[in-house]
């Protein structure tokens, strides 16, 4: 599902049937990218978690407060995990706000960057018979068996790295970069429209957090996969940009 990064420019499928086989799978720029988002989703996890110390409490609507009903209270996180590790939000929202942009502009280069190679329409597009109920059972199946790749076609993406990468590209990371813009009040102000599109302030935050934890679990299920696929092979990969193929379990 999530053992190989989203990789544009991977070689062809054509070259590296072979197991054992070192193929040539991530361009210098796909890693710059990759790292650079390690680097800020930490950055941006560790000072998010600082913020939501600051007021543990989600709402929905336009207001809430602390004498307001709230429909989620997160716990308290320590600070060992928080950036900065003592309470300060306002050094916590200089932090968040400055990776977040550092964030949003290398997603829209890497977006731009693969409609124009073709990466989004050859290797993310998902077709019919990839969803189809066996389809998917069958992916899974193997997934179980620790068998991430089609021995014919081992650089290819399978159906749910597809549908991961989909939805955290296309649905979670646009989330909360429009919904933290909507918690900018110099945004509101020149947009308004944003407050009205997610339906308040607090709809917003709410939605904001419940979409980055979507890609807190996506990280950790990448993570997961990233090690069982073979770390050393992985992050190799993701180093120098060459991928040994790996013999069929």
Same mark, same amino acid.
């Given at each position: 599902m999530a053992e190989a990064s989203l990789e544009s420019g991977s070689a062809p499928a054509e070259a590296d049937g072979a197991s054992g086989r070192a193929v040539y799978r991530h361009r210098v720029p796909t890693r710059l990218w990759h790292w650079i988002n390690v680097l800020a989703v930490f950055v941006m996890i560790g000072s998010g978690l600082m913020i939501s110390n600051a007021h543990p409490h989600l709402y929905w609507g336009e207001y809430g407060a602390n004498y307001d009903p709230s429909w989620l209270d997160p716990p308290r996180f320590p600070g060992w #995990?928080? #950036?900065?590790?003592?309470?300060? !939000?306002?050094m916590a929202r200089r932090w968040h706000l400055t990776f977040a942009l550092l964030f949003a502009f290398n997603l829209l280069v890497f977006m731009i960057w693969s409609a124009i190679n073709g990466h989004i329409a050859r290797d993310?597009?998902?077709r019919l018979a990839e969803v189809r109920p066996?389809? !998917?059972?069958?992916? $899974?199946?193997?997934?179980?068996? !620790?068998r991430f790749h089609d021995p014919d076609r081992p650089t290819a993406y399978n159906i749910l790295q597809k549908l991961s990468y989909v939805g955290v590209i296309f649905v979670a990371l646009p989330l909360l970069i429009m919904t933290g813009l909507t918690l900018s009040p110099a945004m509101d102000a020149a947009w308004p429209w944003l407050l009205d599109l997610f339906g308040g302030r607090q709809s917003a935050r709410? #939605?904001?957090f419940i979409a980055c934890? !979507? $890609?807190?679990?996506? #990280?950790v299920v990448h993570v997961l996969l990233v090690v069982l696929a073979g770390p050393v092979n992985e992050i190799r990969s993701m180093i120098t940009g060459r991928w040994r193929v790996p013999h069929e379990r």
């Open positions: #995990i928080t #950036i900065p590790s003592d309470y300060n !939000l306002a993310l597009r998902i066996a389809h !998917l059972w069958s992916d $899974v199946k193997a997934h179980l068996r !620790l709410s #939605i904001h934890w !979507l $890609v807190m679990a996506f #990280i």
